[in-house]
């Protein structure tokens, strides 16, 4: 298979296990996939959507957030791990949000980078699943896959993304990014993996992976 063929697999191959592609994070609007996207990190999704509604309950707006304390945020948050930054980042946030843009959340990655604890990661989810932006988050499931399928060299998630925006079609990327998470959970994990399941890197998989994977068992 050439390159283009391997990426129109992957992408026939998605499409097929995954037409409906619900972002994983419970929210309402732009401010709380914000909340939920930084609390995400080094946290499941499933873990951050039992959260979120009882933060939510008390704050789930930039001037309801200022009136918490950023203790009051940490103990609630405490379940997520990396609570004291977290907590930070989250009241630090809604303080700027209501300074600078009227409560709202901004609409470009520039703006939204410059928020506390919000990295490019995060500005990307907002920006392709708040605003309908085309952006390419890469989160862990992606950057193991990109390797795996040998579509990406793996040294960083800033070279994954580089190569993943290369590759496929602009439209695609919003879709893509969550089919591929999705795929990386339910077929190609991290740990316990079951390369007969795993249809796209058994097809396409990069040599030195699908060797090492064989020697292991």
């Known amino acids: 298979m050439t390159k283009d063929e391997k990426v129109q697999f992957v992408i026939d191959t998605l499409n097929e296990l995954y037409p409906e592609t619900p972002i994983p994070l419970d929210h309402k609007d732009a401010y709380t996939l914000l909340v939920a996207v930084l609390l995400s990190a080094q946290c499941t999704d499933a873990r951050v959507n039992q959260i979120t509604p009882l933060l939510f309950a008390k704050a789930d707006n930039p001037y309801d957030m200022v009136k918490l304390s950023v203790e009051e945020i940490q103990e609630i948050i405490k379940p997520c791990g990396l609570s004291p930054m977290k907590s930070k980042g989250i009241y630090g946030l809604s303080q700027i949000l209501i300074e600078k843009h009227n409560g709202a ?7 939204l980078e410059a928020l506390p604890a919000v990295g490019h990661k995060t ?6 699943q708040a605003f309908g932006v085309p952006a390419f988050p890469v989160d862990t499931h992606i950057h193991r896959l990109m390797y795996r399928w040998n579509l990406s060299n793996g ?17 695609l990327w919003n879709v893509l990014h969550l089919q591929i998470i999705y795929y990386g959970r339910e077929y190609s994990p991290a740990r316990s993996w079951n390369l ?14 699908l060797e090492e994977y064989s020697k292991s068992k």
């Not at 959340?105 to 703006?111: G, H, L, R």
């Not at 998630?157 to 602009?170: G, S």
């Not at 007969?196 to 992976?209: L, P």
């Open 123 to 128: 500005a990307s989810v907002v920006m392709s």
């Open 155 to 171: 040294k960083n998630v800033q070279q994954t993304e580089k190569d993943a925006k290369r590759l496929f079609p602009k439209e």
């Open 105 to 111: 959340v901004p609409q470009s990655f520039e703006a």
């Open 196 to 209: 007969e399941k795993d249809i796209i890197t058994k097809t396409i998989g990069r040599k030195s992976v």
